[in-house]
């Protein structure tokens, strides 16, 4: 798989602080669904949705969308890009102080990662999928193996924060922890050091889901 050696950061549009649904009606609505259409993400969805993942919260650069134990914040989040508009196919990493992406690589992974994911299909269906990884060092040296209780904890916070901003931005999403991990990394091209907690694919329903709910 070939890394992209110019890595020239891809600003995300301003992500918007005030919606048109209250959080009682997103968490209402939030299923785990498992059937996306073609339809393509904008750039200001993707934005809503990694800033709702980890994005700056506070004043001066510091606080974060989801609590993070030491203030360590050992969670790193990488997408697959399939289909988002304005934005070419590839893997990229989401770099939380500029709210921007850096490329990875280039082309479609979704079919790989898919596979790495026990062979769950509907997750090459999807245009977006987000991938939580986590450096477990980060937080470990000073929590020692609570740490990693609490790193799983911070990714169930993350991955609710992700699926409760798709509803309200009139998308769905279903979060994964069935997957090889050497795979993934594979798939991914994390870092040795990090290891994938959570895949959560996002994108539009078919056309059946809406009419059944």
Same mark, same amino acid.
């Given at each position: 798989?070939?890394?992209?050696?110019n890595?020239?950061?891809?600003?995300l549009?301003e992500?918007q602080k005030?919606?048109r649904?209250s959080v009682?009606?997103a968490?209402?609505k939030r299923r785990?669904?498992?059937?996306?259409?073609?339809?393509?993400?904008s750039l200001? &969805?993707l /934005?809503?949705? #990694?800033?709702? !993942?980890?994005?700056?919260?506070g004043?001066?650069?510091?606080?974060?969308?989801?609590p $993070?134990a030491g203030a360590l914040y050992?969670l790193e989040?990488?997408?697959v890009?399939k289909?988002?508009?304005?934005?070419?196919r590839?893997?990229?990493?989401?770099?939380v102080?500029?709210?921007?992406l850096?490329?990875?690589?280039?082309? &479609?992974? /979704?079919e790989? #990662?898919s596979? !790495?994911?026990?062979s769950?299909?509907?997750?090459a269906?999807?245009p977006?999928v987000? $991938?939580?990884?986590?450096?477990y060092?980060?937080?470990?040296w000073k929590?020692?193996?609570r740490g990693?209780r609490?790193?799983?904890i911070?990714?169930g916070?993350c991955?609710?924060n992700?699926?409760?901003?798709?509803?309200?931005?009139?998308?769905? /999403?279903?979060?994964i922890g069935?997957f090889?991990?050497?795979?993934v990394k594979k798939?991914l091209c994390?870092?040795q050091?990090?290891?994938?907690v959570y895949v959560?694919p996002?994108?539009?329903?078919k056309?059946?889901y809406?009419?059944r709910?």
């Amino acid at each position: 798989m070939r890394r992209v050696k110019n890595k020239t950061m891809i600003n995300l549009p301003e992500p918007q602080k005030r919606g048109r649904m209250s959080v009682e009606e997103a968490i209402n609505k939030r299923r785990s669904v498992r059937d996306f259409s073609a339809q393509a993400l904008s750039l200001q &969805d993707l /934005s809503q949705l #990694l800033w709702a !993942a980890q994005g700056i919260t506070g004043e001066g650069g510091f606080g974060r969308s989801c609590p $993070s134990a030491g203030a360590l914040y050992p969670l790193e989040i990488y997408v697959v890009v399939k289909n988002i508009n304005g934005l070419e196919r590839g893997i990229y990493s989401y770099v939380v102080f500029q709210h921007g992406l850096e490329p990875v690589t280039k082309g &479609d992974y /979704s079919e790989e #990662l898919s596979d !790495a994911c026990l062979s769950q299909v509907f997750i090459a269906q999807a245009p977006l999928v987000i $991938s939580i990884s986590a450096d477990y060092e980060r937080i470990t040296w000073k929590y020692g193996e609570r740490g990693i209780r609490y790193i799983w904890i911070e990714a169930g916070h993350c991955g609710q924060n992700i699926s409760l901003q798709a509803v309200s931005l009139g998308l769905v /999403s279903v979060p994964i922890g069935a997957f090889w991990d050497r795979e993934v990394k594979k798939v991914l091209c994390i870092p040795q050091n990090f290891d994938p907690v959570y895949v959560i694919p996002v994108g539009y329903p078919k056309e059946k889901y809406k009419r059944r709910n």
